[in-house]
């Protein structure tokens, strides 16, 4: 009796009844606002020179760095796209470090020997994307070329761009896709484009590390590439966490500059940056990086066994899609897309 006389002073219980949407799994699909798909995935990928074969990786469980010339590396694609996991990032470790990181532009550089070995393998079915930094080239480990001024030790902007614009040639005329430089230098995907089209690599795009924080989740990659800065740190590029509009503002230079796809960086302490880039400016592709501290966060917790990592990782990932992420790249594409074959 109470239930209709609630009913009859207006409350719409017991007539609507959220939970009839959640009874059947086929309604809860049908009904739902988020998808998951592996073809939304981008597989980072780890090359090194003077490698004789894979090498597993301490902060990254479940992922090698591979010689750039190997029939492993190969496979790992063939099973990538056998899995609808299309979109791979390459990042390379050369044989020799110098001030100016000069092997990051080198044809004979890991990551270019690796593209085309792919490419000659498999020809154009993976989309190659090639991230585009001097950090794990150069022997001072900074993004950009680092310079004593009366305020101390700066990373002098425009002389790093161009060296950008020389690593994005190479790359493309190793046959990338895509260039992802991820240095957070002022005016680099201007300077990207420029170079990119004056040397004819006008269909290769620029997926922009547009805002990308300094951030302690980075630790992981840091180990496995070497590329922690031998001083400083690198707070006087990439972004304060405590910044959430700036993030619109670095993605809207961006696209001036002409940038294709744009991108949060990390994603998961940043999903209300993921959002305030999509609200904002919904017409432009918005890829999110999902880093390597939050890959391990999980690995991490499942080591412990308290805590499911198959449910945990989908999510996660389903969280960074639900805020506006329309791309993630992942270290968990294959595992993600092999639970989504199986799971729904
Ligand atoms: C360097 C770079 C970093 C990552 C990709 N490129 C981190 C850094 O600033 O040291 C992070 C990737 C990850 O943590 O998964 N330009
Ligand atoms: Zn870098």
Known sequence: AWLRELAASGFSF???????????PGVR???AETRLDPSMFILPLFVEDGLKSPKPLRGLPGHYKYPPESRELVELVSRALDLGVRNFLIFGTPGMR??????????????????????????????????????????????????ETPRGVLIENDRSIEAYGRVSVSLAEAGADFVAPSGMMDGQVAAIRRALDEAGYTEVGIMSYSAKYASGFYGPFRDVMDSSPRFGDRRSYQMDPRNRFEAVKEVLLDAV??????????????????????????????????????YLMLKAAAEKGLVDYETLMLEVLTSIARAGADAVITYHALEAAEALKSSK
């Not at 007539?15 to 009839?20: I, N």
């Not at 490419?119 to 930094?133: F, H, I, L, N, S």
């Open 14 to 24: 017991p007539r609507v009844r959220a939970r009839r949407l959640r009874i059947h």
């Open 29 to 31: 699909s049908l009904v």
């Open 98 to 147: 110098n001030f100016e990181g000069s092997e990051a532009w080198s044809p004979r550089g890991p990551v270019q020997r690796a593209i085309r070995f792919i490419r000659g393998e498999m020809g154009w079915k993976p989309v190659v994307m090639a991230d585009v930094c001097l950090c794990g080239y150069t022997d001072h480990g900074h993004c950009g070329y680092p310079r």
């Open 257 to 294: 500059e002409g940038a294709d796809i744009v991108m949060v960086k990390p994603a998961l302490s940043y999903l209300d940056v993921i959002s305030e880039v999509k609200r904002s400016i919904p017409w432009l592709p918005l890829a999110a990086y999902n880093v390597s501290g939050e």
